[in-house]
């Protein structure tokens, strides 16, 4: 089956290198949709997500938050898979995206690399097997100057899971953007912090400290097509498969 793929924000970074590896895979490149008046030179431009839904078999989308809940409403309407890689959704946002789950088949991912994935894996058993009041866990990430929202959805993505090994709910142990006279550090608490600059793909470092050994775990992106490489393997692994709310770890056989 020639599975049809679409792109929404396919004038963006990640949107131009996602056509692309359609292409290499073989797949067939059915459109794509990005902001009124932005010019895409690579695929039929269409006018929006409903019209976008009509030609496409998956929608790849790599945008901005601001859209998902119009993307999750309309998606599910038209019956239309859905790869999700946008970060900096909000509670609203996500429960959108929960809601869409239960008519069409969604893979959401912070990020799409393999080797991220994998991190994410061994953040959760790293975090189970070392004592919280022991092992002090920081996230640190930089990316390019141009990243909207903070910490990513990667670093959050590691948060979770190392929320997840510990048997707590990140919310409630959370420390971002610490500043001033914060006091001293909460037992239990995971840090982060955010750096930005430059033309950094994405660096994310989880630590454990304790106070006689320190784990460090690192990944480094140095080019962004990973991610495209990633999200069209999900496309093509989404395709066809019932409703449900799929993470990168099912596309790479993980859970
Ligand atoms: P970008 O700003 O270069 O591209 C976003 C594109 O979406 C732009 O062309 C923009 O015009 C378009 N867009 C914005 N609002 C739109 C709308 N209402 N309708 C249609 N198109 C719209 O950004 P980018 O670096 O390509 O990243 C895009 C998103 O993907 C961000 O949220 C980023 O954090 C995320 N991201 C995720 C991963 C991952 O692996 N999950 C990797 C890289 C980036």
């Known amino acids: 089956m020639n599975i049809r793929i679409g792109i929404a924000g396919i004038a963006g970074r990640m949107g131009r290198l996602l056509a692309d590896e359609v292409v290499a895979a073989g797949a067939q490149l059915a459109g794509g949709i990005d902001r009124p008046g932005v010019a895409a030179s690579v695929a039929t431009l269409l006018p929006d ?9 998956v929608v790849v989308d790599f945008t901005h938050a601001s859209t998902t809940q119009r993307h999750a409403e309309a998606l599910a309407a038209a019956g239309v898979a859905w790869v999700l890689g946008t970060t900096g959704l909000s509670a609203q946002d996500e429960a959108s995206v929960q809601q869409a789950a ?90 982060f912090a955010a750096l930005r600059g430059g033309q950094v793909v994405g660096e994310h470092t989880l630590l454990f400290a304790a106070a006689d050994e320190q784990i460090a775990l690192t990944h ?16 093509l692994w989404v395709a066809g498969r019932p409703s449900g709310h799929y993470s990168m770890m099912d596309v790479l056989g993980m859970t």
């Open 102 to 191: 239960q008519r069409i088949a969604v893979v959401q991912a912070p990020n799409f690399s393999p080797g991220v994935n994998l991190v994410l894996a061994l953040a959760g058993r790293m975090a189970a097997a070392l004592p919280a009041d022991a092992y002090d866990a920081e996230i640190i990430e930089m990316h390019h100057r141009q990243k909207v929202d903070a910490p990513s959805g990667t670093a959050l993505g590691l948060g979770h899971a190392v929320a997840r090994g510990r048997g707590v709910a990140l919310e409630t142990v959370r420390d971002s953007g610490r500043d001033g006279h914060t006091g001293a550090r909460r037992a239990g608490a995971i840090g």
């Open 220 to 235: 480094r992106a140095f080019d962004r097509r990973v991610f495209a490489s990633g999200a069209i393997r999900a496309a």
């Open 49 to 57: 997500i409903t019209a976008l839904a009509q030609v496409a078999d």
